[in-house]
């Protein structure tokens, strides 16, 4: 994960007059090509000029990350609560700083500072999925230039906190741990090879061991950390049970999966399937359910009906 070398930046999370001074870089043909420099401020000619070129990403150099991520931070809320940026500006924005939060997270999750950090965005996540009815629609649009895991994790948080606090009403204070726990489900997957995470053919039994694996591995490391709480944990360590018991770490089935867990699982292969993967390209909502309703058995039947009507009323 160290060797993101350059870290694409959406255009709109790049405000003019107020985006810190960091050089910023063009992608041509394949090459990183410098825009400006550190001297000089990205103005709203710049941005016009982008908004004219079609241009959606600029560039940045991996060093210039924790400049950008406490910028974006600090101004989220700003940001989110403006009337001149229309709901899908937000929701990229939002997602955008979320990535940066988790490329950090996925090095030091247990580290205070980031733990805070993961808090106050999931709090963002939180009021702007309350004031945006068509919320989940922006999330994802920065998908194809960020690795997979950390857009599929912010997607799977924008999900279950969704899910949570419409289908079982979750206490806001309680879904900040759903928040959090949702974000670093698939930490354990620092624990598996690149080779194997990236490999575009069928997985052999001992690859795909390894890949199972990384639920309890996250469980264990971020419970011996001792700064997560109880709800965060079960969803990192449960979100791949299936409901007939063919699921994995434990194997467990039915209602003895908490059903933050259950949940959790929905929204985890409902953002797998509509994200691009190595091994094949994303696919529609219609079909995304279509496979979800296919797997007999592995979730609980009405559930999931609420989830599918849930997620289906966002698409609309
Ligand atoms: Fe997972």
Partial sequence: MKDLYWRA???DSIDPDYFPSVPLFMKTAGNYVLYKDAERKFSSADRSRMDRTGTEFMYVRSGDMSEISTYLENSLKDMLTRDDLDSERK???????????????????????????????????MSYLSNEPHALKSV?????????????????AALNLLAHE??????????????????LHDYGMIFVTNDILNKPDALSDVEYYKIK?????????????GRFGDMSLTIVR???ERYDGNG?????????????????????????????RAYRKAVSHQEAIKAMRTEAGA??????????ELVTAQKE
């Fill in 9 to 11: 930046i959406s255009i």
């Fill in 91 to 125: 929701g990229r924005i939002l997602y955008q700083t979320s990535i940066n939060y988790l490329v950090d997270a996925f090095e030091a999750p247990e580290e205070a500072s980031n733990l805070e950090r993961c808090r106050q965005l999931v709090q963002h996540m």
């Fill in 140 to 156: 994802g649009s920065v998908v194809e230039h960020n690795l997979y895991i950390f857009s599929h994790s912010v997607q799977v």
């Fill in 166 to 183: 419409k289908l079982f009403q979750v206490h806001p204070d309680e879904l900040i741990d759903v928040g959090i726990g949702s974000m």
């Fill in 213 to 225: 694996q990384h639920t309890q591995k996250g469980y264990e490391y971020l419970k011996d950390s």
């Fill in 238 to 240: 449960h979100h791949h």
């Fill in 248 to 276: 994995y770490p434990t194997g467990m089935k039915g209602d003895q999966i908490p059903r933050s867990a259950q949940l959790s699982a929905m929204c985890d292969m409902y953002s797998a399937l509509t994200l691009d």
């Fill in 299 to 308: 979730f609980n039947a009405s559930l999931l009906g609420n989830f599918v």
